[in-house]
């Protein structure tokens, strides 16, 4: 059976990344249930960068930026894990207007004991199940990211219509 969309190429690109990241939430979510780990892992940019960091004054601004995710998922993720327990908006000592998101006891109690062992065996496993040819998976990802959010993709496009 053929795969159309692999055949498209860059025609399909976001539509064959989208595949991807979908099997691989598909198989992380295995995991997690696997190991009897109530965890999303949606919420894995948010809950890791505050659990490992639970010292910073990390608003939602800073963990979008930190993370090139938008705002408004930002914001989303960390009132559903505020609504489970795992994170608390506090008012910045240094800035009353900042809003600053932290983890409770919870959280850092999940992360530690249950989330950093699986996470440290998926990335043992991703790492080694790339391809690793001369310039390696991570360096070209990164560099196909730059082109990307270089000039704009659609300004590109245009110019050939």
Same mark, same amino acid.
Request: aromatic share 4%; proline share 0%.
């Given at each position: 059976?053929?795969?159309? &969309? +692999? #055949?498209m190429e860059g025609l399909a690109l976001g539509?064959? @990344?989208?595949?991807f990241s979908d099997h691989l939430?598909?198989?992380?979510?295995?995991?997690?249930?696997?190991k009897k780990v109530d965890f999303n892992p949606r919420h894995f940019p948010v809950i890791s960068l505050i659990c490992l960091n639970p010292n910073d004054q990390l608003?939602?601004?800073d963990i979008a930026e930190e993370t090139a995710l938008t705002h408004?998922? &930002? +914001? #989303?993720?960390?009132?559903?894990?505020?609504?489970?327990? @795992?994170c608390k908006r506090e008012t910045s000592t240094t800035d009353e207007r900042r809003i600053i998101v932290r983890p409770t006891d919870k959280a850092l109690e999940l992360v530690e004991v249950q989330l950093k062992p699986i996470w440290e065996a998926i990335q043992t496993v991703t790492n080694e199940n790339l391809p690793s040819d001369a310039t390696g998976f991570w360096p070209a990802l990164s560099q196909a990211e730059d082109i990307m959010y270089g000039e704009p993709l659609s300004r590109k496009i245009l110019k050939l219509l």
């Open positions: 059976m053929s795969d159309w &969309i +692999s #055949q539509s064959r @990344l989208r595949r939430s598909s198989e992380i979510n295995a995991v997690y249930k696997a608003s939602i601004r408004s998922s &930002i +914001s #989303q993720t960390v009132t559903k894990l505020e609504e489970i327990g @795992l």
